[in-house]
């Protein structure tokens, strides 16, 4: 990239990835890296589970400040996936079958643990395939690194002789943080026990910086000299990340609020190594429902399967982008206003060309890496299509494509991919969430007569040219012809009257999609049902 090309560092785009980009250049400054070394970006994974949403979400929120960082300097990068696959296995996973034999292999690293599901050859290998897999599927462009890998080739040989020369300096830092028990005998060295292949948490009786060995005894009372090199121990994990950090010289590593203290001492850590601990951005988590926070083991949250199954994947995108500091809700009900703000971010960059810094800016700009394709958008938003679903109690594609083509006669999946697949997903939507929670309410006496007034205006206009403006002004001039005020109240009245729903679109439009015949023959069948339930209560 020229320099001409590259942003003025006083005039950035208002995206919070720019503003991590700043950040992470100032910090290759610091560094005086040369012009061409990449910044070095890194996600982290544990492989004990498969990939989920905060998968998803870390690595594509990198991702993004890899793409600002790169419009802002010109300077290359890298994003470096890496699977903490020699971590000690815990606890048997819920979700994963054969839990009896991972069972008998507690304690040792994921990488030399059989795979339950028998196609790979190891728990940890199952699980990596499982994430390159994941992250391929969205298009991410970035390397993956084995933590077994790197410790077995040497790779971490250097930083890991490092350790032992500040052996004491580290567990000066960490001790305070941990009880009498652990501070007693910890050690940021795990040595893997050679012959059970147990990763020990054990007293170290003797450090060797010279030789890079470390002397240890097993709970039998047997002692061993063991190097840290070759993949014969790893690092507590809060030192393992630091010694990662200066290893690699890794730039910019974002976390979650939770890990707030341990990126702190990891940093503390890494400069007592010799390095400089990385940019970074803590991110707030994801609630459920109830405020409470989404917990694997719990399953109270949403899957990135289960989002997949209601909305495209530019929707998950769209709502992991939103204000990655504030926590959010992440349940099923967010899902069709993250597919609409999607949608109305593509349609904003249409008209954004000319605006630089605005288009930078815009979250689809990020979501579709710089390059927004022509067919990126659609013509009818997701809600809009939830609610025909919802009126015309709609169980295909096909009926609300019928729809469609009254509205617009040239729209097909071919010519609308995206109003195609949302058209797939609102059918789905509309099914498990829409349908079982419609309630229609009965209409008082003056919300009779104004839907009675209505149908009569649309009936006159069967068979006549219409445009959604002309309907919405048409609703909106019945509602004030009958005293409804604030007129919020009288569009309420159709959203929960006419559709079950408490919210809805705008209606002059939902009538042009719908049909003004259509929307006749809804009225009525309100007005019938509201009848029926008068009538009955006279009759009791």
Not at 415 to 429: K, N, Q, W
Not at 502 to 525: D, H, M, N, Q, S
Request: aromatic letters at 10%.
């Amino acid at each position: 990239m020229s320099d001409q090309n590259r942003l003025d560092p006083a005039s950035l785009p208002k995206a919070w990835p720019f503003e991590e980009a700043a950040k992470l250049a100032a910090h290759v400054e610091r560094k005086a890296l040369p012009a061409d070394a990449p910044a070095l970006l890194e996600t982290g994974y544990g492989p004990s589970g498969l990939p989920h949403i905060g998968t998803f979400g870390e690595v594509a929120r990198t991702s993004w400040v890899r793409q600002a960082y790169t419009r802002l300097t010109g300077r290359p990068t890298r994003l470096l996936a890496f699977s903490d696959d020699m971590d000690a296995l815990r606890k048997v996973p819920d979700n994963v079958p054969n839990g009896d034999m991972l069972r008998q292999h507690l304690g040792k690293p994921l990488s030399r643990i059989p795979d339950p599901f028998g196609t790979h050859e190891s728990f940890a290998a199952h699980n990596n395939a499982r994430l390159r897999s994941f992250l391929d599927g969205f298009g991410f462009e970035y390397e993956f690194a084995s933590s077994t890998e790197y410790y077995a080739s040497g790779r971490f040989d250097a930083a890991l002789r490092r350790v032992l020369e500040v052996h004491d300096e580290i567990v000066a830092v960490i001790a305070p943080t941990l009880g009498p028990d652990r501070r007693a005998t910890y050690s940021p060295v795990l040595p893997v026990h050679p012959r059970t292949g147990l990763v020990m948490q054990v007293r170290m009786d003797g450090i060797d910086p010279v030789a890079g060995t470390v002397r240890w005894t097993d709970e039998d009372g047997e002692t061993f000299e063991t190097p840290v090199t070759g993949g014969h121990a790893k690092m507590q994990w809060k030192a393992d990340w630091a010694m990662r950090w200066f290893a690699l010289g890794v730039d910019y590593e974002m976390s979650g609020k939770d890990l707030i203290d341990s990126v702190k001492l990891s940093g503390k850590i890494c400069r007592i190594l010799g390095g400089e601990a990385p940019a970074g951005l803590t991110y707030e988590l994801f609630l459920d429902e109830n405020g409470q926070k989404i917990s694997k083991s719990k399953g109270n949250g949403i899957s990135v399967e289960e989002w997949l199954r209601y909305a495209p994947a530019e929707s998950l995108g769209q709502y992991m982008f939103n204000a990655p500091q504030r926590a959010k809700r992440l349940f099923f009900d967010v899902i069709p206003k993250a597919a609409d703000e999607y949608l109305a971010n593509v349609a904003r960059a249409r008209t954004q060309e000319a605006d630089e810094s605005a288009q930078l800016a815009n979250p689809a700009w990020f979501i579709h890496a710089g390059r927004i394709d022509d067919r990126a958008g659609s013509p009818l938003t997701f809600a809009m299509l939830l609610n025909l679903a919802s009126a015309a109690n709609a169980d295909t594609p096909d009926v609300l494509w019928r729809f469609i083509h009254r509205y617009d006669a040239a729209a097909s999946p071919e010519t609308c991919p995206m109003l195609a697949r949302l058209v797939d997903h609102a059918i789905v939507y509309y099914a498990d969430f829409v349908r079982p929670s419609k309630t229609y309410r009965e209409p008082d006496a003056r919300e009779r007569a104004a839907l009675a007034d209505l149908a009569e205006t649309l009936r006159g206009l069967e068979g006549e040219a219409t445009d959604p403006d002309m309907l919405q002004n048409l609703v909106f001039e019945i509602g004030k012809r009958h005293g409804f005020e604030p007129l919020r109240s009288w569009f309420g009245c159709l959203y929960e009257v006419l559709l079950g729903q408490k919210e809805g679109p705008r209606f002059g439009i939902f009538i042009g999609l719908y049909g003004v015949a259509e929307t006749v023959a809804l009225i009525e069948a309100a007005l019938l049902r509201a009848a029926a339930g008068t009538a009955s209560v006279v009759a009791g």
